[in-house]
């Protein structure tokens, strides 16, 4: 039953798992390709990642109460569809981005309702969401594709003192996100709470609220995610969003966040996993890998990158 | 234990009103009656006992007042006024504050965050952001006042379960409650905290501080309350001023029958001290791990039932879970009728070893599943038939019907019901008997009784005889010098990790046993 | 299909109905996800209310079981016949012989069964064929510019057997051209726009020069244009340092893009043309008329050369871009 | 019921209540409002097409029983399904017409399943890996696997052409049904008469606890997922054979519906709590609603809709038990 202890610096490797497995994956592809590492190309991969970040922003703050959202994809098709709509119909690009967020705040409220008033399981109420959210966009779209006036594509590409607009709103997301959490009494006691609602609950926390927050807050980053989104593909096609709630749970779950509540961080956990998922994509395209084979090398680098942070948390002691 | 019993002179304590009363409360579960007319009050500036069996009702009564449940008819006041609580913020509005039974606090946090989760200190400027060094110095006050040497950003999953405790209390204090209820504060704390702790309220008592204090340590209950309540079956049975009431008519009052002695006799005999058996059951040898234990020799013979007392902190704990294959150890031996001891939990209890944990919500319970569930765990592998390890329902039932007869697992539990729906005791007791169904021949009982009534300890110590009387070894941690005097033919002292005394039951002696305990000669 | 509880007791085992008279059909689409498919559903609908039959609808969302099911439940109703977006061309093959099996004439729209003895009719375009048309096409017109073109093509669903086969009319075209184009990236989209977007983003870091694009279906352009508009390499066909760009599907975003200029080639499939025989053969079938085995879409690569004379024949010129 | 039956009794019956309910009142609902609804025929079909379903979510239960999810299982599907036809079929198959060509499928087929199900469990038991990533990257990998072996072996997206001996589990619906509920059946008394199944619940219920109190923790994870593998598996044999195809994209689309019918069947999501009975009443609900859906002929974006809408109800019916699984 003796078990010895890894060496030192081994531990202090495996406590920066995370940001070593991207720099890794960023390295290896560079030896691979000169053209990976190409200021501009991250520049690329990080703007792939702007929308996805957002939304996995949203979806840790959900995972942090041992709740889930998986209706974040569905949210952003159907705001994506009103904001087409309006924009088709002429309103301007600022209007239609604010319906979007309104489409957030009242899909997020929605659920928040369900969770927290209702009482339903965070998984199945936001499942009926994703359907319902789904079928709904569809039928505004009337499942037709809609090509959004140039001046999406113009947002979306725009660049604000040399940095491209896409980065300073996921950049502002992640920054307020990681204050709320780490320096305010909401996210101390978003913690609090999912660690142990019920001692939550008696230690004074309105439990309510504090849910009811974190799925509407969650609805906000998935439309804001979704605009980004939007200004970056200038069309919306009847799969916008799709996977997205997948992608975003993963992105979360990479970066070190638990399913079951209580632990996990947006900066840099989230936020490197949502990286570590663009960067792999560009990597296989760059280097034209054998189109069969990238969910193939995407899954093994994932594998390692999950495998890495249990060795973090479970070889090494308190 | 020091603690003087003189009241305060609170002169206009008739004019003025009871800090809080209970008046007929009523509360049932689901049909289950629980509390019955419940009438009682607790005044200002005095410590109001709060005794009776396990699942009589104290805790729910608790619960009432900090308004995690409601009372099913009756009154709740608070100095006179009507209350009632929706929710813990009320009680909080209402100056109340609670230490309660189970620990409340949040392993992922750190300990000043858990101790001013709800009312962290802003920064200037209107902006929500936590003022990070304030909270660090009112932090470090509170701790000072419960001893509590930790730097206040320690995550609290760091502490051992003694630690947390005295942080419950001190979130309690914090509160800077006029009205304060402590539902068994000293269950995981050792003499001398438990010390402090008494200290701490008689402080407290003389700023004129109600105080509701629950415990089945009667004598500390005797000693430091000024009111007694007694409950059974959710009945008041009992109360008035301590000084009326002496041990034994407690105890008749919260049983409901005479109960003559607290820890039975042993026959036969116990084995004397001195004489080694051939062949010991348990034989550990120099027991090493850096940080936790150091050099821990010691031999456990058949039917001896040994002791260890200690402080919280002397690494008891975690000598039992090195013992039972939890943790690990640097360097050392362990060795079973001979045979060394290998594997992990489930190789040791085929060697016949169980290993009753301190912690028994997170280590010892399924708290969703159900009592019987529970109790039958450890044996299930006995009522299993192969090939396909087909369950003997039957068999299982009538085994976890004996076991809950005999330790009186409260009546109104059904087998069916959720762990987590039980008093505190109850809980325990369901620990206690999923090993004992067990038979083990090596039986490790860390804190065995915390939380558990007196008449229910008496029938947990034949239970332990009997098991001694067939053969088996008992190692029993303990916080309570009386309980390991009580019980044990031999008591083993550690102190920071090491063993620091040896004492057969010819020599039993409080003091010497706590001297050796306390006495600091290195460090 | 013997085994089929619903079979022969719902529905006859001759045609009942006077020559013509198909009162309903039963309509399932394997998904809706695409211009294309909603273009051919909302025909199939309206020249259904033009010979009023009523038509019940289903969409299987890429789950074959579940198209399955949903024929089941056609021929349990006694729909007088179905037409059919297979999930693939095996798979479909049992939903034929249930439908056989009750008599009900099947129609294969746009997308045709592997060989077998189950008896249906097809409305399909040559997927390969028509793509081989466009690329080489657009080969000529990389020929033109008198340097090797490096070109690059947005795979579909690596699943789907439309995707697969104008990637091998891709392929097919660029082995014949030799060494006139260079194909330096294959990239898998899952008919995914962001999916295609980070593709060709990468796809242009990797190779800054990448001159031509052929996208497997026309729904993708618009994350193209994001890209190419980002890098400045947005231009009409006419225009210097334009990129090469040639689809399929023929959409109301192609026929856009090809009026603008931006766009040199896409192939068309002629959907409302499908459409109509689609429900002709049923109607035939009905009638006791002899359906051919396979109707063959005429489908045309249109480019910029013949835009003029062949717009009339695209549907998605005939199409509002606004839903 | 007489109030004085203590909570547990009647949280217990609840459970069976609302198992049983949903489905029955959706039934009753349907046939009073969707003509050609319940005739034999339409409930003929309606069962057969729940069966998948049904298997696959026996196996899930297990898993989630065990404080885990197994979202490989739909890639499973597509892996079993390429790799059994790869054996069997008449066109590429390695047996091609040999007679042992069926039987050596079936085993090649299941033991794809168990093997991927060893492969989670150790990883999530072993290496203490959380089971949503682990079963997501096999996921990733096992469908792009199915995907990239068809096309390696026979250059096309699906296989075809397998043994009639095979194919009688898709075209004799009894048989289908048989195994179906047979493999549900033996997973229920696994997990109410055996001590494994007593080990699946104690370790959902606390892992430590359990490992303290004697249950090979380890094992006992590695085994469920070892089982819910082979669930899956079993399900492609059913979904191969009823379609006639070894196809990488069979089943692909089943996941949400999956742990759907679990939860609306009562199973819980943070392990511990979970019955085959109601499953498969959760099960069955599902497959109501879909085929309910088809007659009423609405539109696809209305289905997607009311589906959800569904879900939702059946969730607000079901909610009395959350409420008493928070009290406290
Ligand atoms: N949520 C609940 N559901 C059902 N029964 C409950 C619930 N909470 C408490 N009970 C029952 O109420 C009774 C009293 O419980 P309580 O916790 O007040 O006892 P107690 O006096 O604190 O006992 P102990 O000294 O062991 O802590 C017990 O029988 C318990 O089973
Ligand atoms: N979870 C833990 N993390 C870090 N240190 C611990 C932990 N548990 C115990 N320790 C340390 O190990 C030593 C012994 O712990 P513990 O308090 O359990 O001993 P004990 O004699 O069993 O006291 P108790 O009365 O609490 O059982 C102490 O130094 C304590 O600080
Ligand atoms: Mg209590
Ligand atoms: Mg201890």
Redesign the interface.
Known sequence: MTRPLPSRWIRRALDQAPVLLVVLVLAGFGRM?D??L?P??LT?IL??AAAPVIVATGMTFVLLTAGVDLSVGAVMFVGAAIAG?MA?AGYAPTLCLAAMLAVGLAGGGINALLVTRLRLAAFIATLAMLFIGRGLG?WI???????LP?TF?HW??ANVLGIPGPLWVAGAVVLIAQLILSRTPFGRQVLAFGNHPEAARRAGVRTRPLQAAVYILCGLCAALGGGV?LT????V????G??YEFDAITAAVLGGTSLFGGRGRVFPGTVLGAILL?AI???L????AD??L?PLITAVIIFVAVLLDSLRTHLLPA | MKGDTTPPTSGGRETRPPAVSFEDIEKGFFGVPVLKRVRFSAQAGRITGLVGENGAGKSTLMNLLGGNLQPDSGQLRVNGSPYAPRGSGDARAAGIAFVHQELNLFPNLSIAENLFLTEFPRAAGGLPWIDRRKLRDRARHLLDQVDLAHDPDTPVERLPPGERQLLEIARALGAQAHLLLLDEPTTSLSVRECARLFDLMHRLRTRGIAMVYISHALGDVLNHCDDLVILRDGEVVGRGPAAEFTQERLVSLMVGRELNQLYPVRTPPPVPADSRPREPLLDVRGITQPGRVRDISFRLAPGEILGVAGLMGAGRSELARILFGLDPHASGEIRVEGRPLEGGPRRRIREGLAFLTEDRRHEGLCLEASVADNLALVTLGQHARTPVRWLDLPGIGTAVARIRDALQVSTRVTDAQPVRTLSGGNQQKVVLGKWLLSEPRILILDEPTRGIDVGARFEIYQWIHRLADRGSGILVISSEIEELIGLCDRILVMRQGELSGEFPRGEFNREQILAAALHTSTS | ?P?D??AG??SPAVPTAAPGGVRTIGVAFET????FW?AGFDKLKSECKARNITM????A??????Q???V??FI??GVDGIILVP?????V??MIRAANAAAIPVVLYNRPA?PTDARHTTVAPDNAAITRETVDYLISVAKRTGRKQKAMIL?GD????NA?GRRDGFEAAVQAAGDAVDV?????TD?????A???V???F???PDIGLIFTSSD?MF??I??VL??LGKWRKYDQAGHVILGGFDGDA?AY?LMTEGYVDATGVQDVYWEAEQAIQAIVDARAGKAVPARIDDRGFAITQENLKQLAPRMWGAKQP??? | MNPAVPVPLRRLSADARAAILLPLVLFLLLAAFTP?FA????L??LVV?GL?LLVLATGQTVVLITGGIDLSVTAVIGLTSVLGALVMSGDAGWLRGSPAATPVALAVMLGTGATVGLLNGSCIAWLRMPAFMVTLTTTLFMGGLA?WL??RQVH?????NLPAAFLLL?????LAAGVAIAAAAATHLLLTRTLLGRWFQAVGYNPRTALISGVPVGGTVVTAYVLSGMMASLTSIL?TA????G????????LLDVIGAAVIGGTSLFGGKGTVPGTAAGVLFLALL??GL??L?L??FF?TMVKGAVILMAALLDVRRNRWARES
């Open positions: 390709s053209r990976f190409t501009d190309n690329q703007l792939q709509k088709l569809r779209t009337q499942t037709r594709a809609m090509n140039d594509l979306g590409s989104a970056q593909l200038g069309s096609s009847p799969r916008f799709e996977q663009k994509f560009s990597g395209v760059i280097l034209q189109p069969y990238y | 299909d085994s509880p619903s007791k719902k809706l996800q695409t211009e909603v019940l609808e289903a969409v969302d890429g789950d074959a079981a579940r399955f099911d949903q089941k439940n349990q109703r999930k693939d061309g095996k798979t093959i049992p592997d795979l690596l699943s789907d057997v697969l330096v990236a294959r990239v898998p008919w995914n726009q962001e999916k977007l980070a593709g983003q990468s796809a870091q990797a190779h729904f618009p994350s244009k994001s508009s980002s975003t856009q871009l606004r839903p | 050609g005739t034999a025929g339409n003929g079909n097409a998948p995907v068809a096309q096309a997206e699906s296989i075809y898709g075209n004799r619906p009894g979904i009823r379609l006639e195809t196809s990488p994209s069979h089943g692909r689309t089943l879909s085929n088809n007659q002929n539109s696809d289905i």
